[in-house]
């Protein structure tokens, strides 16, 4: 194991006298009252460039020889490493070259080229951009900043952990994402030397269990598309899994739609927007509520460069899993008026139509028929099957395309 807690506490004077952020740690009722524990908040997603990954970048790239800092320097990101080391670069005057997958949301991309970074999309996975990374390192004699596989990184990252046992000294539990490693790695080893009783769990997307896998001497070719893209990492390396098989007590993994529900429940509680990997220390607490009862939990919420659009489907896929938006398909007998009947209805039983569709030519559906299809603003689940009681009520056959009820 390379990185010491010395290494940590070095790297904490270096980002307490910078320009980095000293981000809030704080108690959330709502998410305690929810899950059964004592649930605090370490809100890295405030960070500078929304992201923790400001703190390892920044502690790299001051340890940088004046030679190294003249030639410039690289990095491979999903997103949140690039915009680090982009904006730290352009502060110190350094040329700053990220090589970032093509799946990159285009949030990161802007981002990144905002700070004056050349960035350059080759393949779908980080694996796939080392090739064009060493490809250029050779070239142009640039200088790595590797997203995790560096101890100038991990111990800048363990300085959350410091500030997390600081402002909460009771604390039982850490939950932390995992891509690389390089968070937690940094995390535990803080964290164990401040309190060694402390429990660091870390937290995987179910399709990119990849440091699961590795400390379990498993070997699957990860891949798929997922909401966490920022941890979605398919291979992980000797000295982050070192340090996480000696700190760590586990990994949870997690599903894509428990993903959704704690980016949703983020925003809903808190107000606060994170994105998928940000999110996941909370999915897993939710997903394993009776683990963490009665525990003093602290969830790094580790990142909030989610793409606008992606962020509006999962609200609103997250109000038709409450039944707060329902699709209803209505038969109805093709005749003036019956829509304004149905309108009638719905509106005096409080729904709001957002959509109607008014479809006549479906074999299944009599010559004189038609079906209507609404989609329409409820309360909750309950106010919901009111609505669809009440026009079945009315004489008409009412089919939920959700629950196909």
């Given at each position: 194991?390379?990185?010491?807690?010395?290494?940590?506490?070095?790297?904490?004077?270096?980002?307490?006298?910078?320009?980095?952020?000293?981000t809030p740690f704080m108690f959330s009722r709502r998410l305690s009252s929810q899950t059964?524990?004592?649930?605090?908040?370490?809100?890295?997603?405030?960070?500078?460039?929304?992201?923790?990954?400001?703190?390892?970048?920044?502690?790299?790239l001051v340890s940088l020889t004046q030679e190294e800092r003249d030639a410039g320097i690289?990095?491979?990101?999903?997103?949140?490493?690039?915009?680090?080391?982009?904006?730290?670069?352009?502060?110190?005057?350094?040329?700053?070259?990220?090589?970032?997958?093509?799946?990159?949301?285009?949030?990161?991309?802007?981002?990144?080229?905002?700070?004056?970074?050349?960035?350059?999309?080759?393949?779908?996975?980080?694996?796939?951009?080392?090739?064009?990374?060493?490809?250029?390192?050779?070239?142009?004699?640039?200088?790595?900043?590797?997203?995790?596989?560096?101890?100038?990184?991990?111990?800048?990252?363990?300085?959350?952990?410091?500030?997390?046992?600081?402002?909460?000294?009771?604390?039982?539990?850490?939950?932390?994402?995992?891509?690389?490693?390089?968070?937690?790695?940094?995390?535990?080893?803080?964290?164990?030397?401040?309190?060694?009783?402390?429990?660091?769990?870390?937290?995987?997307?179910?399709?990119?269990?990849?440091?699961?896998?590795?400390?379990?001497?498993?070997?699957?070719?990860?891949?798929?598309?997922?909401?966490?893209?920022?941890?979605?990492?398919?291979?992980?390396?000797?000295?982050?899994?070192?340090?996480?098989?000696?700190?760590?007590?586990?990994?949870?993994?997690?599903?894509?739609?428990?993903?959704?529900?704690?980016?949703?429940?983020?925003?809903?509680?808190?107000?606060?927007?994170?994105?998928?990997?940000?999110?996941?220390?909370?999915?897993a607490v939710m997903q394993q509520k009776q683990r963490f009862k009665d525990k003093n939990?602290?969830?790094?919420?580790?990142?909030?460069?989610?793409?606008?659009?992606?962020?509006?489907?999962?609200?609103?896929?997250?109000?038709?899993?409450?039944?707060?938006?329902?699709?209803?398909?209505?038969?109805?007998?093709?005749?003036?008026?019956?829509?304004?009947?149905?309108?009638?209805?719905?509106?005096?039983?409080?729904?709001?139509?957002?959509?109607?569709?008014?479809?006549?030519?479906?074999?299944?559906?009599?010559?004189?028929?038609?079906?209507?299809?609404?989609?329409?603003?409820?309360?909750?689940?309950?106010?919901?099957?009111?609505?669809?009681?009440?026009?079945?009520?009315?004489?008409?056959?009412?089919?939920?395309?959700?629950?196909?009820?």
């Amino acid at each position: 194991m390379t990185v010491t807690f010395e290494d940590i506490k070095q790297a904490k004077i270096l980002v307490d006298d910078s320009s980095l952020v000293r981000t809030p740690f704080m108690f959330s009722r709502r998410l305690s009252s929810q899950t059964g524990a004592n649930i605090y908040i370490k809100y890295e997603n405030l960070q500078r460039t929304n992201s923790f990954k400001s703190r390892g970048a920044f502690v790299k790239l001051v340890s940088l020889t004046q030679e190294e800092r003249d030639a410039g320097i690289i990095a491979l990101s999903a997103g949140n490493h690039a915009q680090a080391v982009a904006y730290h670069s352009e502060r110190m005057g350094i040329k700053a070259t990220i090589v970032m997958p093509t799946t990159t949301p285009f949030i990161k991309v802007e981002q990144s080229e905002a700070y004056g970074a050349r960035v350059v999309l080759r393949g779908e996975t980080l694996v796939e951009c080392e090739v064009a990374t060493n490809e250029l390192m050779e070239k142009e004699r640039l200088t790595l900043v590797h997203p995790f596989d560096d101890d100038k990184v991990i111990a800048g990252q363990g300085t959350i952990a410091i500030e997390m046992l600081e402002d909460v000294p009771n604390l039982d539990t850490i939950v932390v994402p995992v891509g690389g490693g390089g968070l937690i790695a940094g995390i535990a080893v803080a964290a164990k030397a401040m309190k060694p009783d402390i429990e660091i769990i870390g937290v995987e997307p179910g399709i990119y269990p990849t440091m699961r896998n590795a400390l379990n001497g498993i070997i699957v070719d990860c891949h798929g598309h997922t909401l966490a893209e920022g941890i979605a990492v398919k291979n992980v390396v000797k000295r982050t899994v070192d340090i996480v098989r000696e700190h760590v007590s586990s990994i949870i993994v997690v599903e894509e739609d428990e993903i959704e529900q704690a980016v949703n429940q983020l925003i809903i509680n808190l107000k606060n927007v994170a994105e998928g990997a940000g999110a996941v220390g909370l999915a897993a607490v939710m997903q394993q509520k009776q683990r963490f009862k009665d525990k003093n939990v602290g969830i790094v919420i580790s990142g909030g460069n989610i793409d606008s659009r992606i962020l509006a489907s999962i609200l609103f896929r997250e109000l038709e899993r409450s039944n707060r938006i329902i699709n209803l398909r209505v038969e109805v007998f093709d005749k003036p008026g019956v829509l304004a009947e149905i309108s009638t209805l719905t509106g005096d039983m409080g729904a709001n139509i957002l959509d109607v569709s008014h479809k006549r030519s479906f074999l299944d559906v009599p010559a004189k028929g038609a079906l209507l299809d609404l989609t329409l603003e409820t309360r909750d689940a309950q106010h919901a099957s009111e609505i669809i009681t009440a026009i079945k009520l009315a004489g008409y056959k009412v089919t939920n395309l959700e629950m196909k009820a």
